[in-house]
């Protein structure tokens, strides 16, 4: 790989005095904006001229995109250097390349002839911004006012507090030693402990949230099997592979002189990278203010308040008051009016915390301030949606789109909820518009096969889907798209040998300890159901039901494949069950001709 120079030019300088440091002086090199979307700092950069979003990744060592980022950018791919492996979560990320971008844009400041790594699972954006850009100096990552600022110091080495922004305050910071950085280890690292066990941390904003390596639980004295550890379900990172979860309570986890007792945290069944046992993902970012200071080997945090570790996934909002306030917002200079885009990237950091009053207050105002704006009202919709103010959601996507027609994100928001109201028709329109707007090979196109298939467009789902895979093969959801199609096939009788093979596939590409697993046999089942092997049917049926008992998918189809062998009196005990359990889902089988 080449080395490139870049050269950043101040564009403003913080002067402080901190202790047995008067002639300590921080300068800013760079601001960037950030945005945060589904719990990822997302940077605005451009790409030979057409503008594109990257997550700002702390824990990548180098920049990187997905295949189908390049190929949306029309860039031209060589091999990457032989035996460079890249291993996240999910392990190793597959088919890698080299891309050289002509000119690279990062707020104001040009470089020539950048090289990405290609290759991975896709991630929001069109890939990452890794260490080979933000070690360019000290960070500064204030999350929660939407920035990360890239720093220089000088004559800092004996300044014993780097959060400057406490000074002249009384604000308490925190500081911990960081290991040594090299350009191929260049990860913030440091030690914290979870129930008194010593782990080692990697300050990671890529990581949607914070998690433990379920070996480091383990050694920390969690019981997967005692009361109050819950499965949560998968996650994924770069690899090609999903990651199991679970949540549970800990006693105690304390990172320097910061600790929280009786906590929940989210566990992960993976190794990071051999060393790393714990992330601390863009939630812990986000309830907190971080200067990274390099040279000194060194991280300074202060505390914004409300929880530290963001399990959302698994809460259900109930007000509008959830979450805590954020710190107080940055002075503007005298006289100058609010920047829309400062406000709405804080509202919607706020948003992320689930801080959501603030975040509805700062919405309202870049949507005051900024009325032609679709992306402000899109982003207030959301934050009505997880409050679950249907109505006001929905009124913020109309007025979104009736602004900017072809904003994919808000035609999809706003098919899933006239979706859940039953009103299919719209619903497909959305779909159908957000089809002609969005690029063939966006990873998006994975959701509208799953929104098509819940309208019952079964045969645009698939047009869905075979665009998706055709661009996303080394992908982690590779093995649900494989699902997908084999059961949208299986239902529409159709292709059924290549939907058997897909399942199959599917069954060998995910996990065994995989969630998707029942539902993976539950689509082979109907594919042999249609196939007239009725035997094998049943088989696959009876193993989603050892797991599932109630599972009215398995119940039905277990129950018609039983009263086609004859079974009468358990095939017609199946169908009762099954039509017990979901008399819609018996309803939509038999509407496409699966029937006793």
């Known amino acids: 790989m080449r080395a490139h120079v870049w050269r950043c030019w101040a564009l403003s300088l913080v002067l402080w005095v901190a202790p047995a440091a008067a002639n300590c002086k921080l300068s800013r090199l760079l601001e960037l904006p950030v945005t945060m979307v589904d719990m990822h700092p997302m940077v605005t950069a451009k790409i030979n001229g057409m503008e594109a979003q990257f997550i700002a990744d702390s824990g990548a060592f180098y920049s990187m995109m997905s295949p189908a980022g390049a190929e949306a950018l029309k860039l031209k791919t060589h091999a990457a250097p032989w035996g460079l492996e890249v291993k996240g979560l999910g392990g190793a990320a597959g088919g890698l390349s080299v891309a050289v971008v002509k000119d690279f844009a990062l707020q104001g400041l040009t470089v020539h002839d950048v090289e990405f790594l290609v290759g991975g699972s896709d991630v929001d954006g069109v890939g990452v911004i890794g260490q080979n850009v933000l070690r360019l100096g000290d960070v500064e990552y204030d999350l929660a006012h939407g920035v990360i600022r890239l720093m220089r110091e000088e004559g800092c080495s ?98 320097a002189d910061e600790e929280i007792h009786n906590t929940k945290l989210r566990i992960g069944d993976t190794d990071i990278d051999g060393e790393t046992e714990m992330l601390l993902g863009a939630d812990f970012f986000l309830s907190h203010h971080v200067f990274v200071a390099s040279k000194q080997r060194r991280l300074f945090f202060t505390y914004n308040g409300g929880p530290v570790f963001n399990l959302a996934s698994s809460t259900k909002v109930l007000s509008a008051t959830a979450g805590a306030e954020p710190p107080t917002e940055p002075p503007a200079a005298a006289g100058a009016a609010p920047d829309p885009a400062e406000v709405a990237r804080r509202g919607i950091a706020s948003a992320a915390r689930r801080a959501f009053a603030p975040a509805l207050a700062d919405l309202d105002r870049a949507c005051e301030l900024a009325p032609s704006n679709a992306g402000y009202r899109y982003q207030r919709g959301l934050v009505h949606l997880q409050l679950q103010q249907r109505d006001l959601a929905l009124a913020d996507f109309n007025q979104a789109l009736a602004i900017d027609p072809d904003l994919v994100a808000a035609l999809l928001a706003r098919a899933s909820l006239r979706l859940a109201e039953g009103n299919s028709a719209e619903a497909v329109a959305d779909l159908d518009q957000a089809d002609r707007a969005a690029d063939k090979s966006a990873d998006i196109r994975l959701r509208m096969a799953v929104s098509y298939a819940e309208a019952d467009r079964l045969y645009k789902a698939l047009d869905e889907l075979e665009l998706w895979m055709a661009n996303h093969r080394e992908d982690a959801r590779f093995g649900e798209a494989l699902y997908q199609r084999c059961w949208v ?108």
């Open 158 to 255: 004996r300044a014993n507090n780097l959060a400057y922004w406490t000074s002249g305050t009384t604000q308490n910071f925190s500081m911990i030693d960081i290991g040594n950085t090299t350009p191929l280890t260049p990860s913030t690292a440091a030690v914290a402990y979870v129930n008194g066990v010593k782990v080692r941390v990697m300050f990671d904003t890529g990581a949607f949230g914070s998690f433990l390596t379920k070996k480091a639980a383990l050694r920390a004295g969690i019981k997967f099997d005692a009361p109050g550890v819950v499965r949560e379900g998968e996650t994924r990172g770069v690899g090609k592979t999903t990651v199991s979860t679970w949540v549970a309570t800990i006693d105690s986890f304390k990172l």
């Open 489 to 596: 096939r299986a239902v529409v009788n159709d292709q059924l040998k290549g939907a058997l093979d897909d399942c199959n596939a599917a069954l060998k590409r995910v996990d065994r300890s995989s969630d998707h697993i029942p539902e993976i046999l539950d689509g082979r089942g109907l594919v042999r159901w249609r196939l007239g092997d009725y035997a094998n049917a049943v088989k696959d049926f009876d193993a989603v039901l050892k797991v599932k008992p109630e599972d009215a998918c398995a119940l039905y189809g277990r129950g018609i494949a039983r009263l086609r062998t004859g079974d009468t009196d358990l095939g017609q005990a199946d169908v009762a069950a099954a039509r017990s359990q979901s008399q819609s889902l018996v309803a939509n089988f038999e509407g496409h001709g699966i029937v006793p």
